[in-house]
């Protein structure tokens, strides 16, 4: 007698079979990088994904290293883009304006990797690009992060001042796009690390 599968056990089977098949896709480097952006796109979507809120580092004016927390806006696999918004009086906009390199620092518990990418990168107040999404921002709760009377970091007073601060103001609203130089990829493993450097055109496996 033939016995058959119930439809629980196919479905498991199936799972299975995704599971390896993914995993036999991110044996190569094309593989792997192509889930690298697609995690990346999936960031700018679901505001659950890990990624979407990465460590951004920059050199402060007086050579000491700055690192925050900010949301990744967009990415552009083509351009080899991220973008992220910033006001334009902050710290980082300044400090760009004077070192261009940085970097972005995303983990990921769920994917278990880490990705550090190296970025040179350009802040945009009044180009008609930054322009056109100041009008989709500003029909938005986050309008007031970039409305504000002082800019960020300035002491205030009070708690109560900090509420009349995020009241609508003229906009300071700002753009930066970072052009991606080299990315340096991490995956935790029980059956072991792996690690590379993925550049425009090279893949460079390293040592975990």
Known sequence: MTRRNSPKTILNNSRTCDALNMKDQLETPEAIKDQIWRELSRATQDRHHAWRTPVFATTGLDGTVNARTLVLRAVDRQANQFQIYTDSRSSKAEEITQQKNAMFVFWSKKLNWQLRVRVNVNVSTNSSHAQTLWQQVKQTASASDYTSTSAPGIPISSEVQAVQQNEMH??????????????????LASNGHRRARISLDAWTWLTP
């Open 170 to 187: 003229a906009t300071h609203f700002a753009v930066i796009t970072a052009d991606v130089i080299e990315m340096d990829w991490l995956e």
